[in-house]
């Protein structure tokens, strides 16, 4: 996707511009939006067709990111949004009535995601409310956005979108929508932006009682433990996680939403507390006494590790609707997680003689750490390494572990066995450099947010692992990828099976074959212009790994198929 020049001025380009195109001086509704969007750094708007945002952003030099599909859309958005920690605007548009009714889909995930997009369909014509059949966004919405508002007069605009942009960079990141009716985003007046001011992000902190009790009761504690959950990146306070942890010497494990929040090649990481994880996570969750979750919203989910009932547990996080929503919590706060963590440094610092003490236990603790992952890793290198033809899909995530560096890697996977069999094993080495999840989890969702972390980061090597099912559901998105200049890795491994749903539909399976699929998908994306291959041998896997990374390399999108085994054995599910 090219992305024209712009001056160093953007804001007052984009009211100048937008004004030359209006005949009598003044300013069309969506003339209005595309100018504030381009003041708030917005670079390129994501949408599907008719969207007058589409064309008015043009005008003042936005390049547009037509998708296939108003679902994917939304999920570049969402990994564009999660990528960039909410720093940059993820904007989606698209048209009222079917659009709007395709996009439902992408927004509950990015509400159960908790990414910070801003989502501005059109709306039809003002006096059509409330007439059936007619879908109206800001009705159907409201239970999977932060907040749900329509447009009703031009004049309005400037102040909507302050509304809309100051709740996205403020509070719990979630999806934020404004529906703006077609008649009205046709309609001119004579708006003066030079008045408009960009909102800003607050940061709180906790009150000092607050931070001297958690900070007390992880220096009593014999065995604290911290979760790192998604708000953590969010803050971006990776680096704070980690000195706090250090300083207290407590061992971390994430979240599936939150890793890559701490390093996970770091002596204190424990990997990823979902319904899948290493052998690390059980040993030390077992034997914590107090829980310190950090940015999360402790929501309980089947493809996320439950906390035990008998730990003393601690929650901070930016929105006061997850304080002991799921769990009992002995101390919640609400505050930014780096805010917080700063504050309790700085307060744990104090006592010196108590940190002094930690010293030994910290250096024991990675000792411990270090033995339990290697044992893990010894029970399960059979299966990683494993010759099996079909091959075994441990087999692919050893191998994309070897072929990527996790400096300048960007991973996700699909929902399911992908999920599963890639993220106990996959070392995630820098904040954003994995997009996990773990709440919804809705089929096809990885492939768009690869093409958002793409968008964000041209600069890394961007690889999605999905199942055959999740690539039929956004599948011809494909061309996306290839269209709009986002090279990244798609790799699909193929058994031929809905993996896993012959356990909750034997009868079916048995008489009728419900859990079999069929295809071939590596001629699906040369096809749509990108490199395609089939791998059915394991000595054939590294070098085709190589060849598509080339290809991603050059600047074409790749996708990889290969032939896999169905694999029900799961880390922390399946003693190896």
């Not at 069999?421 to 919804?440: D, E, H, L």
């Not at 040369?526 to 059915?536: Q, T």
Request: some cysteine; glycine content about 8%.
């Amino acid at each position: 996707m090219r992305r024209p020049e712009t001056n160093a001025d953007g804001a007052s380009a984009a009211i100048t511009d937008a004004a030359a195109v209006a005949r009598d001086g003044s300013l069309k509704g969506a003339q209005i939006v595309a100018a504030i969007l381009k003041r708030e750094g917005m670079k390129q708007i994501i949408g599907f067709p008719h969207s007058e945002l589409l064309e008015a952003s043009a005008e003042i030099d936005i390049p547009p990111v037509i998708t296939r599909t108003q679902r994917v859309a939304v999920n570049i958005a969402e990994g564009y949004a999660r990528v960039t920690a909410g720093r940059e605007l993820a904007v989606v548009t698209v048209q009222y009535g079917p659009g709007v009714e395709s996009s439902f889909g992408g927004i509950a995930q990015a509400y159960n995601d908790r990414a910070p997009v801003l989502f501005l369909p059109t709306g039809y014509p003002r006096g059509h409310e409330a007439v059936a059949p007619n879908f109206e966004a800001r009705r159907n919405f409201r239970n999977v956005t932060k907040w749900c508002e329509a447009a009703t007069r031009v004049q309005d605009l400037p102040k909507l979108m302050h509304s809309a942009i100051s709740r996205l960079r403020n509070g719990a990141p979630s999806p934020v929508l404004l529906e703006l009716p077609v008649d009205l985003l046709a309609e001119s007046h004579d708006a003066d932006l030079q008045d408009y001011r960009r909102p800003r992000r607050s940061v709180p902190q906790a009150g000092a009682e607050e931070i001297g009790e958690l900070v007390d009761t992880l220096l009593r504690a014999e065995n604290p433990l911290i979760l790192a959950g998604q708000g953590v990146l969010s803050a971006q306070a990776s680096a704070e996680l980690t000195q706090f942890a250090e300083i207290l010497g407590i061992p971390v494990m994430t979240t599936p939403n939150g890793k890559s929040a701490f390093p996970e090649n770091h002596p204190l990481s424990l990997g990823t507390a979902g319904r899948a994880r290493p052998a690390t996570v059980d040993h030390f969750l077992a034997k914590a006494d107090v829980v310190l979750a950090i940015g999360s919203s402790l929501t309980r989910s089947h493809y996320i590790l439950p906390i035990p009932g008998d730990k003393t547990l601690l929650q901070i996080t930016i929105d006061e609707a997850d304080l002991g929503k799921d769990y009992p919590v002995a101390l919640g706060v609400v505050g930014d997680a780096r805010s917080v963590l700063l504050q309790m440094r700085d307060r744990a610092l104090e006592d010196r003689t108590a940190i002094e003490r930690l010293r030994p236990r910290t250096a024991a603790l990675a000792r411990e750490i270090h033995g339990v992952q290697a044992e893990f890793m010894r029970r399960w290198m059979p299966f990683l390494t494993s010759d099996a033809v079909p091959l075994s899909p441990y087999r692919l995530v050893w191998e994309v572990m070897n072929a990527v560096d996790p400096e300048r890697t960007i991973v996700t996977h699909d929902a399911g066995n992908p999920r599963d069999q890639f993220c106990p094993f996959y070392r995630a080495v820098k904040p954003g450099s994995y997009i996990g999840w773990g709440k919804t989890t809705q089929l096809g969702s990885g492939l768009g947010f690869a093409m958002g972390a793409r968008l964000a980061r041209p600069d890394a090597t961007v690889v999605n692992i999905m199942g055959e099912s999740a690539f039929g559901m956004v599948g011809i998105d494909f061309e996306t990828a290839t269209r709009c200049n986002l090279p990244i890795l798609t790799i699909v491994m193929r058994n031929n099976v809905l993996g896993g749903y012959a356990a909750s539909m034997p009868i079916a399976t048995r008489k009728f074959g419900a859990n079999r699929m069929s295809g071939e998908y590596a001629p699906i994306a040369r096809a749509l212009g990108g490199h395609g291959e089939c791998v059915a041998q394991p000595a054939e896997l590294r070098p085709a790994l190589r060849r598509c990374l080339d290809h991603v390399g050059a600047g074409q999108a790749a996708l990889l198929e290969v032939i896999t085994h169905e694999e029900g054995r799961l880390p922390g599910l399946y003693e190896a």
